[in-house]
C-alpha cells in the first residue's frame, strides 16, 4: 500500500515536471520566434530612427551586410549591436561576420584591404563599402547609396567671400562638404556671375558672402526658385545690405544686430555665441532635440504680409534672456548692454524659411514650389564647429529638406545621457541668489533653532 502511494506520488511529480519543462520549452520557442524589443534607455541606444525603420520597411529588394572584423576584436559587440536591430526591422536585410585572416579569400573578393570594413551588397552584386566608425548614420545612408538610381547635386555660390568647400582651415567647409558626400550628394562650388545656375541644382547654397551679391546674380537665383528651385542662404551680421533687402521679397528680412546671449557661458561659450534648443514644429526639426550653437549670428524678422504665393516660417529660436544688439561701434570697443529702445529682446529668429508657389503657365499640370531657408549664421557649420551639439545635424537636416530627400538623415550621437539643460537670465539670477542668500540663511535659522532647543533642554 505504501509502495504503491509513493509509486503514484513519485509519477505525479515526474508528470508534473514534464509539464513545467514542456511548458518553458514551449514559451522559449514562441519567444524565439516571435518576440518584440523594448529601448528603455533615456537617449534611445538601442532603438532607430523612424526615418531608418521606414526604409527598412521598402527596401526594393534584399540587402546583405558583410561586416569583416576579426573574431576576437571586442569591436564585434558594437557591430553586432546595429546590425541585429536592422535585421530586426527589416526582413530584407541580412547580414554575417567575417574574419578577413581566416577568410582572406572572401576578403579578396571583396578588395578588403582594413579590418573594420562593412560590405553591402545589393541588386546587380552592387556593393557600398563602410570603414572605421560605424554607426546607425553611416549604414543608414550608404543603404540609401546602395538602392538609389539618381543623384542630387548642391552648389556652392563663390566669389563674394563665401565659406570655402575645399578648405580644411577653421573656417572652411571641407567637413561639410564630406558629410554631403557621404549621403550620396555631388557637392561643387559655382560663379554666379559666370554661368546660371546649372540646370542638376537640387539645392544652392550661398555660405556667408562678405560682399553682396550682384544684380544679375540676385535675378538668377529669383528665377531659379520661382521654377520651383530650392536655396540656403546664411548671412552674417553687419553684412550685405542689398542682399538682405532682396531676401525681404521672400517674407524673411536679417536683422542689423548681432544676438547677444549671456546664457551661454553656462555651456561654455560666449555672450555673442547664442545656444539654441527651441525650434518650430517643421519636417527638418520633427523630433529634433539637440542644442545648436551659432557663434556669431544675427536674427531674422518673418515679415507678417509677404508677396502672393510665400508662406514664412520660424525654423529656430532663442531663448527668451537674449536680445540683438544694434550698436555695432559699440560691439568693436567691447560694449554689450541692453538698451530697450534700439535693441530687440529675445526671443528672435536665427533660422526661418519660405515656401514658394508661383502661377503655373497655361501648359503646365501644377505651380512650381521653391523654397529658401535663411540662417543668420555661417560659422557654426564650419570645421571648427559642425561637430559641436547638433549643429552637422541641423544643417544636413536643412539641405535635406531643401533638396526633397527627407529619408537622408542625420543622427546625432546617441552614447551621451545628458541633454544640457539652458538657462534664461532671470533663471540664472535666480540660481545666484539661492546660493548666495537663501542657502546660507536656512542653514543659520536651523542651526539658531537647534542652539535655543538645546538651552531650553
Request: proline residues 4%; neutral net charge.
Amino acid at each position: 500500500m505504501m509502495k504503491s502511494r509513493a509509486w503514484r506520488y513519485g509519477s505525479g511529480m515526474t508528470a508534473y515536471a514534464l509539464v513545467v519543462i514542456g511548458l518553458f520549452a514551449l514559451v522559449n520557442y514562441l519567444s524565439a520566434m516571435h518576440y518584440t524589443r523594448f529601448d528603455l534607455t533615456a537617449a534611445g541606444k538601442y532603438s532607430l530612427s523612424p526615418r531608418t525603420e521606414k526604409l527598412l520597411g521598402r527596401l526594393p529588394y534584399g540587402v546583405r551586410a558583410i561586416a569583416f572584423v576579426k573574431d576576437d576584436d571586442a569591436a564585434r559587440m558594437r557591430y553586432r549591436r546595429v546590425l541585429e536591430q536592422y535585421s530586426y526591422r527589416g526582413d530584407r536585410f541580412q547580414w554575417e561576420f567575417a574574419d578577413p585572416d581566416k577568410q582572406p579569400g572572401l576578403a579578396h573578393n571583396y578588395n578588403i584591404t582594413q579590418y573594420d570594413t562593412v560590405v553591402l551588397v545589393g541588386h546587380g552584386e552592387k556593393k557600398e563599402t563602410i570603414v572605421g566608425e560605424f554607426n546607425e548614420e553611416k549604414l543608414t545612408n550608404a543603404i540609401l547609396r546602395l538602392i538609389s538610381t539618381k543623384e542630387r547635386a548642391i552648389y556652392f555660390t563663390k566669389g563674394h567671400g563665401e565659406k570655402d568647400i575645399h578648405s580644411r582651415e577653421p573656417r572652411g567647409y571641407d567637413n561639410l562638404r564630406v558629410a554631403l558626400r557621404e549621403q550620396n550628394y555631388t557637392v561643387d562650388d559655382i560663379a554666379l556671375f559666370a554661368s546660371p545656375v546649372p540646370e542638376d541644382a537640387s539645392v544652392l547654397v550661398v555660405a556667408g558672402p562678405e560682399k553682396d551679391l550682384t544684380g544679375g546674380e540676385r535675378d538668377k537665383i529669383g528665377k531659379f526658385l520661382s521654377i520651383g528651385g530650392k536655396a540656403l542662404f546664411m548671412v552674417d551680421p553687419f553684412t550685405l545690405k542689398e542682399t538682405v533687402a532682396w531676401l525681404e521679397q521672400y517674407g524673411l528680412a536679417p536683422e542689423n544686430d548681432v544676438i547677444v546671449d549671456k546664457a551661454s557661458r553656462m555651456l561654455g561659450g560666449d555672450d555673442l555665441a547664442p545656444a539654441v534648443a527651441d525650434y518650430e514644429e517643421h519636417p527638418i526639426t520633427h523630433g529634433f532635440r539637440l542644442t545648436t550653437f551659432y557663434p556669431l549670428a544675427r536674427s531674422i524678422n518673418i515679415k507678417d504680409n509677404p508677396s502672393e504665393g510665400i508662406r514664412a516660417f520660424a525654423l529656430a529660436k532663442t531663448n527668451p534672456g537674449t536680445w540683438g544688439e544694434t550698436d555695432e561701434a559699440g560691439l568693436k570697443k567691447g560694449t554689450v548692454e541692453f538698451r530697450k529702445k534700439e535693441d530687440m529682446p529675445g526671443p528672435l529668429t536665427i533660422a526661418a524659411g519660405a515656401e514658394i508657389t508661383s502661377h503655373a503657365d497655361a501648359g503646365d499640370a501644377k505651380p512650381a514650389k521653391g523654397a529658401l531657408l535663411v540662417i543668420g549664421d555661417s560659422d557654426f557649420v564650419a570645421n571648427s564647429y559642425l561637430n559641436i551639439g547638433g549643429n552637422r545635424d541641423f544643417i544636413l537636416n536643412s539641405l535635406n529638406w531643401l533638396a526633397e530627400e527627407n529619408d537622408r538623415i542625420s543622427i546625432g550621437s546617441r552614447n551621451s545621457e545628458m541633454d544640457p539643460v539652458i538657462f534664461s537670465a532671470a533663471q540664472i539670477s535666480a540660481i545666484a541668489v539661492f546660493i548666495a542668500l537663501a542657502l546660507p540663511a536656512a542653514v543659520l535659522i536651523a542651526a539658531i533653532w537647534i542652539n535655543l532647543r538645546r538651552k531650553r533642554a
